[in-house]
């Protein structure tokens, strides 16, 4: 374990001292052991790759059994080339979302140093993930601290049913988990926030398995939207330590992209030019930013709930990525947000709004030509349709949106129902 800045801790391993794979294809040779549960598992069937625990203390539910899709359909509305959009589905998930990639890497660390009790700050996916390894696993209770905004009604009825302890505090995200690290430092708790290095190891695994959905192939790519900002972290990590292992020649470009009612890294990172600097960003940039916001009591304010972070927590991680990655950083209404989302669902998947943004994202970044129509281009889906299906139908019902697909209401009369199905031929 070493310090990256400011407290975050960083998993570093000794790679010449640990047996590494001469190749990724090594990897889907376990495949056809997968009543193996550690090679059923889309995490640990890359274990030599986060090699922190033994196979014996895994906590495992089959997490990462998760797609990279082809979606002409969207990358037409993106404006890339037909076969150059590809999006990469984690809403297929135990919990519905990506955090069970970083949580059974957090729930295996608890049980490695025998935690009783775990405990999370969330906007609801974090809750969802961490309540249901509590409940599958029986090595620990969980409490689970959610704030009294927008948290969407289908992950808050996930941690009730799961059975998590829920204390929903007045106030926001950023409420919340300042009060959760203050308790777990206080109490003894385990903390599963993203905060925690564990949570990162798992979900570097997105990487690996977009990596064989792409025949091992480097995109040109990733697009991911930026809340607390563990996934763009880990997924610099990532393509960091297999550059650093000879497995791939090259590490892709990667666009972080925020709610504009939610958007620190856009302000700091393209607006102030705050960089990595070596390890050593202008943390007074931060720290004046975070002052002024405090002054003004600016709270963040988006549709897209699972990014309503103002203060992320993994800000000097996810500069670290952007450095090693070329990257850039955008930010995109709620408009845009759920007209990418309408995109994605009228091409087959329903995702969350959050998962919009990355769509939204590469649509800008195109009409920029930052990204060329050529370029291969993966856009990450962080969590299931159902995780918010308020937002979805508010969408096509309340009228004036670009994708709008409402229903038709028609009297309970057989010909004036016919009438209308005649006009679809």
């Given amino acids: 374990m070493c310090p990256v800045s400011h407290g975050l ?33 889309g995490v640990w069937r890359f274990r030599e790759l986060l090699p922190f625990a033994p196979p014996e203390q895994i906590v495992t539910i089959g997490e990462g059994q998760t797609i990279l899709q082809q ?16 999006l990469q589905y984690e809403g297929l998930n135990p919990s519905g979302s990506f955090k069970d990639n970083g949580m059974t890497a957090a729930s295996t660390h608890a049980r490695m140093v025998g935690a009783k009790l775990a405990a999370c700050a969330s906007t609801g996916n974090t809750s969802a993930s961490l309540a249901i390894y509590a409940g599958v696993s029986q090595q620990f209770r969980c409490i689970v601290f959610v704030g009294s905004g927008k948290i969407a009604y289908g992950k808050l009825s996930q941690a009730l049913d799961y059975g998590a302890t829920t204390l929903q505090i007045e106030g926001d995200f950023d409420d919340a988990l300042m009060q959760v690290r203050a308790v777990c430092e206080q109490a003894g708790i385990y903390l599963c926030n993203s905060v925690n290095p564990f949570r990162l190891e798992g979900q570097k695994t997105i990487m690996y398995r977009v990596l064989e959905g792409l025949g091992w192939e480097v995109p040109d790519w990733i697009v991911v939207p930026g809340g607390n900002l563990g996934n763009s972290s880990a997924f610099g990590k990532a393509f ?4 650093h292992l000879g497995l791939i020649d090259r590490l892709p470009r990667l666009a972080v992209i925020n709610a504009a009612g939610a958007n620190t890294l856009y302000e700091l990172y393209e607006q102030q030019g705050l960089r990595w600097n070596d390890g050593h960003p202008e943390q007074s940039l931060i720290d004046t930013f975070y002052a002024d916001m405090q002054a003004k ?7 897209a709930s699972a990014i309503e972070i103002n203060r992320p927590v993994n800000l000097t991680k996810c500069l670290r990525a952007l450095d090693a990655c070329d990257g850039v950083v955008r930010e995109v209404s709620d408009e845009e947000i759920l007209d990418g989302k309408a995109q994605v669902g009228a091409g087959g998947f329903g995702c969350e709004p959050a998962s919009g943004a990355s769509v939204a994202g590469a649509k800008l970044l195109r009409q920029q030509g930052v990204i060329a129509p050529s370029d291969r281009v993966v856009c ?3 969590g299931h349709q159902l995780k918010d299906p308020t937002a979805t139908v508010n ?13 038709i209401v028609v009297p309970n009369d057989f010909e004036q129902i016919m009438e209308i199905i005649r006009q679809f031929g």
Wanted: hydrophobic fraction near 30%; include cysteine.
């Fill in 240 to 243: 960091l330590e297999l550059k």
């Fill in 395 to 407: 969408y096509h019902t309340q009228g004036g949106c670009r994708a709008a697909n409402a229903p």
């Fill in 9 to 41: 801790l960083d998993v570093q391993y000794a790679w010449d001292k640990l047996p590494v794979p001469s190749s990724l294809r090594e990897f889907e040779q376990r495949w056809g052991s997968r009543r193996e549960p550690l090679d059923f598992s």
């Fill in 71 to 86: 979606s002409d359909h969207v990358g037409r509305y993106v404006g890339v080339n037909d076969g150059c959009l590809h």
């Fill in 297 to 303: 009591n600016r709270r963040a304010n988006t549709l």
């Fill in 380 to 382: 990450i889906l962080t």
